[in-house]
């Protein structure tokens, strides 16, 4: 994108000024919560999709829902339950009569992953055949269905939810699903202060509404302006020693071996980069920093690195060997 530095500035003011608002927007419904918009914008930013995780009646959904309303954008909701069957997402052919000729022909009837924003609710819930039912459409932005592919409209952005602490009735997301995710967000439990606002907020009778603030259009100009802010070769090759440092065969950390049993693959190091380049956007900066990477390391490399059995008895989790990762393998090292 060749375009005077002024220009640029200018879009990118503007540009940013709107997140700031869509924030204060969300904000009249999301009490906290900051660091997970912030990372669910970003995914958006980067042109991925985010797994949110947290235990019920944290506003999951109402997040995403939020989102949804203050953009311009098409917005569906899948609730995923054990009977959902594949169809019931990408859509089906049904049997149609042509008025002109009269003769009937198989028309192909859109499902609901054919929006811009596809919350897909509880998706732990639904067996392994219908959650790789997004496979495609996530990765490919299209869906293929006898033989023929049809796009989805972009921009393109699911957000899914599942609850970690059910087990009976859950299908754990494979980990070929789980690398489609650019970022794994957790959502935590409010402060003392938050969740005094919560309520204040939720027992009462008037509700705040919220105002669309970006359009589609605007979207897309913001996801391309993320490919063109810039990251020092250092911070690219520091990108390139953290994820092959994730990998047992690869690394010399002890604790890598001990507790890992795969790693992060190449795709880990792009979104990272990507992830990295939006939030220098949002916060209106052209170029990507140590902290930048550092910050979203986490949300990037959690559902990436398969810690064995040996790292789950002793409670040790993929933040921590990311933890440990970051602390080892400095900028300057």
């Not at 949804?68 to 899948?78: C, E, G, M, N």
Request: proline share 5%.
């Amino acid at each position: 994108m060749n375009k005077d530095l002024v220009e640029l500035k200018e879009e990118i003011e503007i540009l940013t000024s709107k997140l700031r608002a869509l924030k204060l927007e969300m904000a009249k419904i999301i009490v906290g919560q900051e660091e997970a918009i912030e990372h669910i914008l970003i995914a958006l930013l980067s042109k991925g999709h985010a797994l949110l995780e947290g235990v019920p009646g944290l506003a999951k959904t109402l997040m995403v829902k939020t989102l949804a309303q203050t953009v311009d954008l098409k917005f569906k909701r899948i609730q995923f339950t054990p009977d959902l069957m594949p169809s019931d997402i990408i859509g089906t052919e049904i049997l149609e009569e042509d008025q002109v000729t009269g003769k009937k022909v198989f028309a192909f009837k859109k499902g609901p992953v054919f929006a811009n924003i596809v919350l897909a609710d509880e998706i732990n819930r639904t067996p392994p055949k219908t959650q790789a039912a997004l496979l495609e459409a996530m990765q490919e932005f299209e869906v293929t269905y006898s033989g023929k592919t049809h796009p989805i409209e972009k921009p393109f952005f699911i957000l899914a939810t599942q609850n970690p602490i059910e087990q009976a009735g859950t299908f754990p997301l494979p980990e070929a699903q789980q690398d489609r995710f650019l970022l794994y967000i957790k959502i935590s439990y409010p402060s003392a202060i938050e969740e005094n606002e919560i309520l204040k907020r939720t027992t009462k009778t008037q509700k705040e509404q919220v105002k669309r603030i970006l359009s589609d259009k605007e979207i897309l100009t913001l996801q391309e302006l993320v490919l063109d802010v810039p990251i020092s070769d250092v911070l690219i090759d520091l990108v390139a020693r953290w994820v092959r440092a994730t990998r047992p065969a690869e690394t010399s950390n002890g604790f890598v071996k001990e507790w890992v049993n795969w790693g992060a693959g190449p795709r880990a190091g792009q979104a990272l980069i990507l992830t990295a380049k939006a939030r220098a956007l949002q916060e209106g900066r052209m170029a990507v920093t140590y902290d930048d990477l550092k910050q979203l390391a986490y949300p990037v490399l959690r559902h990436r690195i398969i810690v064995n059995f040996k790292a789950e008895a002793e409670g040790i989790t993929a933040d921590d060997v990311t933890k440990r990762l970051l602390e080892d393998i400095k900028l300057s090292s």
